[in-house]
């Protein structure tokens, strides 16, 4: 299992941190991505760590140089810190992972989503 959390509500320029817990296996050896959905748009790919080979991909390109994934693995979680926020970056956020299949980024398939997590970037 996945479990997201961390969205809220915060102003432009401000930063959040989101968390991707995972339960049942280790984040160790696959992959995992953030996605979001913005009102009115289809869901895309923000960022993707893979245990097995330690690579790290940002998807989106307005995303690169504000958006950090990383990895805790005493907690098995993954984290997206979100800085220098803008309204455009307010979305659903999901995480989703290639468990059980070993993977690095991106994955063939995702297999197994957590329930989303609202960030609103809003004055």
């Known amino acids: 299992q996945l479990q997201a959390s961390g969205g809220g509500l915060v102003q432009p320029g401000g930063s959040l941190r989101l968390s991707c817990a995972a339960s049942g296996f280790s984040v160790d050896y696959y992959a995992i991505a953030w996605f979001r959905r913005a009102p009115g748009k289809q869901r895309e790919g923000v960022s993707c760590?893979?245990?097995?080979?330690?690579?790290?991909?940002y998807i989106v390109d307005s995303v690169k140089g504000r958006f950090t994934i990383s990895k805790d693995d005493a907690k098995n979680t993954v984290y997206l810190q979100m800085d220098s926020l803008k309204p455009e970056d307010t979305a659903v956020y999901y995480c989703a992972t290639s468990y059980p299949v070993l993977s690095s980024c991106p994955p063939p398939t995702y297999n197994y989503w957590g329930q989303g997590t609202q960030v609103t970037v809003s004055s």
């Open positions: 760590f893979s245990g097995s080979d330690s690579s790290t991909s």
